[in-house]
């Protein structure tokens, strides 16, 4: 019992956003970092309480275990949390379906046939909202060589800060092609 005022008063002094809400947390005492990620990386998340037990389940056996033995109740994976975000976010899941990414995904063959790809996790993350520099990075990672009106566009971009996003050219979540920015390049 020792160890657990003295970690409270570390927490209190030396985690930061922490707060008496986190306390009362059961989640928080082992995964305090996570907590402060969702709470600075997707805040919109958390103020709307979509906290662990919105996504993991009220996970009682996980949370009376002290060796992580036992799991969360759920837990998702890259091929399935679709099915978690689409129930607050089904209008997006509707535009992502129309993707080539999609396809790959929701693939009825064996997954060992289905090329490993993107998902609302690997895009927007697990507990914090990556930044696009992160975001294109998993682009990155099939989508190379560009094209070269890609690799055009990005040797105009003077800084890192600027690189031109693959979101300038195509939509975000069914990969059509921007009409603006089409335009802009005077596309139709």
Sequence with gaps: MKNIHIFCLFTFFFVP??????????????????????????????????????????SGEHVDV?????????????????????????????SFKKSIHAKHLLCEKKKDSCPKTPSCMSCHGAHGQKVMAEIQKVCLECH???????????SKEKSSENFLACTHCH??????GNTKSSNEHGEN
């Design 171 to 176: 939509n975000s979540h069914s990969l059509e």
């Design 17 to 58: 956003q922490a707060t008496a809400q986190d306390y009362n947390n059961p989640c928080f005492f082992c995964h305090m970092n996570i907590i402060v990620e969702m709470k600075t990386k997707a805040s919109k998340h958390w103020e709307a309480s979509v906290d662990c037990e919105a996504c993991h389940g009220p």
């Design 144 to 154: 190379t060589p560009l094209p070269k009106t890609c690799n055009a566009e990005r």
């Design 66 to 94: 002290e060796d992580n033995s036992i799991k969360p109740d759920s837990i998702w994976t890259n091929e399935d949390v679709h099915n978690l975000c689409r129930n607050c976010h089904d209008d997006i899941f509707e």
